[in-house]
């Protein structure tokens, strides 16, 4: 049976998977569903907000941690919800935000972790088996090692970029900012440049994300001689992989090694501000639909912990632009930002530890009012990672030694139904044989093999909305084909988001004429189940297996509906059906 939204978040705790969580709010609403990782992680784990610790590829999420035994742990949520995890190694230091690990997927799938560095020599494993945590892990430091300048790290940073590689972003020897590149197609790293460096001073790396086009762009600050919590002037870089160069915000080649004096300064001093006060801290970056840049950070307004602010610095094409996003929250609370679908989302910890979010679409000119999306959890620290439209949030608990992901769908639930109560209701069956099943979970299951066969559900008033739901394909006849239909009229009017004999497609009918959009060779195992996920946000559409963006179109044939799942010589299952509204 359909669930309607809930109005709070409920924490129901279990071993591997907990709670559905929708907070109603204003325009630009979210909906955050999280999903206890199965083990305890140690007190300390998320001191600082600097590494990156998850990832979403390929419909899986990974996450890493210390464990309380202070093992580093990378575990994966598959896309049916199960969970397996390993330890990749043990004897980790507890030091709050230095020693802490973070992971990447390479274009092959290959997982690397790095972890256990404060000014310590190389700490760095990869899989052995492409998108598997527990087919063994292989160390190779002595990689980086062999061509640093000083093997002393603290740190690591990562971002993969849409070619596969992997990038490093770490300070080194206690000072130095550096970056470095696993090259996926030769299966090697290289040191790109040691770009940060200044006599007296540290160069502390704060975030880094690839772009679409391949550009790594870096938020960094500055501390007076040693390493200090007291950091000042955050600045920002762009490197291009294309010409090996360095770029300022605005275009102009950065002289190297950056300095203070010749950093892209986006939070500068105070004239009062000193050294030996608070300043800048923690930043985490984005970049919007045209390649600016946008950093989240905190910053104090008089040189104490009490005086942070969580803040947001964005390019605005001819200058950095500052705006106070919350006041009066505790000093560890770092905020994450992110940007896809034309919206920027900027989450942060508020004073009682409550996640909150604030969206803007307008590249972050304006922003909706704080929406709350958790409660009951002292969270801290944030981090994500964003994989097609979807957020997935890595959340400690630090009091309660838990840690959860959180996936934020971009809009409060319209419609969800897991079918776990063995009821169909609230779906409408036209042709075929529909029925609620035992396959692991209750499924509904569409089990005639010949004929074209649909099962609405939802409002003819929906217009902008994500559709997601799990289909495994169990058999097929002649040209068959499977998938979710969106703003459904009747079976004459919709569009469809399919499979059918090895291709996918978006698809539209009008007056009954099917029209494709858009289509690419894919394969679906019969058995197997997949997450389909179809987003139309005004005359844009696009179509997402497992989580990754396969197709996009353009069309405005069809502005409202409801949705439907669909068979056409086929018999399949259906699961965890959710429906959220658009941005």
Do not use: C
Not at 92 to 112: F, L
Not at 231 to 246: E, I, L, N, Q
Not at 437 to 454: E, F, M, P, S
Request: net charge negative; glycine share 12%.
């Amino acid at each position: 049976m359909p669930r309607p939204p809930s109005r709070a978040l409920t924490v129901l705790a279990a071993a591997a998977a907990i709670l559905v969580t929708v907070v109603t709010a204003p325009a630009h609403a979210a909906a955050l569903h999280t999903v206890q990782v199965p083990a305890t992680t140690h007190p300390t784990s998320s001191g600082a907000g600097w590494w990156t610790p998850i990832v979403h590829v390929d419909g899986a999420t990974y996450v890493t941690y210390l464990d309380a035994d202070l093992n580093v742990v990378v575990a994966r949520r598959g896309a049916g919800g199960t969970w397996t995890s390993a330890i990749v190694d043990t004897g980790i230091v507890a030091d709050a935000g230095h020693t802490q690990p973070s992971i990447a997927v390479d274009g092959d799938g290959y997982i690397h972790a790095f972890y256990g560095m404060h000014d310590n020599p190389m700490r760095y494993k990869r899989g052995n088996v492409p998108g598997s945590v527990t087919g063994g892990w292989t160390d190779r430091s002595g990689e980086i090692a062999s061509i640093a300048p000083y093997n002393a790290f603290t740190y690591p940073i990562l971002a993969t970029t849409p070619n596969g590689d992997v990038y490093l972003l770490i300070r080194s020897r206690g000072r130095y900012g550096e970056l470095y590149r696993w090259r996926d197609s030769t299966d090697t790293w290289s040191l790109i440049e040691r770009f940060g460096n200044e006599t007296g001073y540290t160069f502390y790396p704060n975030a880094m994300v690839a772009d679409g086009a391949g550009d790594l762009h870096i938020a960094f600050e500055w501390a007076k001689v040693q390493p200090r919590p007291e950091r000042h002037m955050g600045s920002y870089v762009r490197y291009s992989p294309a010409d090996d160069t360095f770029y300022q915000a605005g275009g102009a080649r950065q002289e190297l090694p950056i300095t203070r004096a010749n950093s892209d300064v986006h939070q500068p001093m105070r004239a009062e501000e000193t050294w030996d006060q608070w300043g800048v801290q923690g930043a985490k970056i984005t970049v919007d639909g045209e390649g600016r840049p946008l950093i989240a950070f905190d910053y104090s307004v008089d040189g104490t912990t009490a005086g942070m602010q969580h803040r947001l610095s964005r390019w605005t094409g001819d200058r950095w632009a500052v705006t106070t996003m919350s006041t009066g929250y505790s000093h560890p609370d770092k905020p994450w930002i992110t940007h896809s679908g034309g919206v920027t989302r900027y989450y942060f910890p508020d004073a009682a530890q409550n996640v909150q979010l604030r969206a803007s679409s307008d590249g972050g000119a304006s922003w909706t009012a704080p929406q709350q999306l958790t409660g009951g959890h002292r969270l801290k620290s944030l981090s994500g990672y964003t994989s097609a439209g979807t957020d997935y949030l890595y959340l400690n608990a630090l009091s309660a030694h838990e840690l959860y992901i959180g996936v934020s769908t971009g809009g409060p639930t319209l419609f969800s139904d897991d079918f776990e109560d063995g009821d169909a209701a609230g779906w409408a069956p036209a042709g075929g044989s529909w029925s609620p099943v035992t396959d692991g979970t209750t499924r509904y299951r569409q089990a005639a093999l010949a004929g074209n066969n649909i099962s609405t559900a939802g409002q003819s008033t929906w217009t902008d909305y994500t559709v997601r739901a799990s289909i495994k394909p169990l058999g097929y006849g002649a040209n068959p084909a499977l998938g979710i239909s969106a703003r459904y009229t009747d079976a004459g009017n919709r569009y469809g988001f399919n499979y059918s004999n090895g291709v996918l497609h978006i698809m539209k009918r009008v007056g009954g004429v099917a029209t494709v959009l858009a289509s690419k060779p894919y394969t679906l195992s019969p058995g197997t189940a997949y997450t389909f996920t179809a987003t139309l946000n005004g005359d844009a559409l696009a179509f997402a297996v497992n989580g990754v963006q396969e197709l996009t179109a353009v069309d405005r044939s069809h502005t409202g509906g409801k949705i439907a799942l669909a068979t056409y010589n086929a018999t399949a299952s259906f699961d965890d059906v959710r429906v959220t509204a658009g941005w």
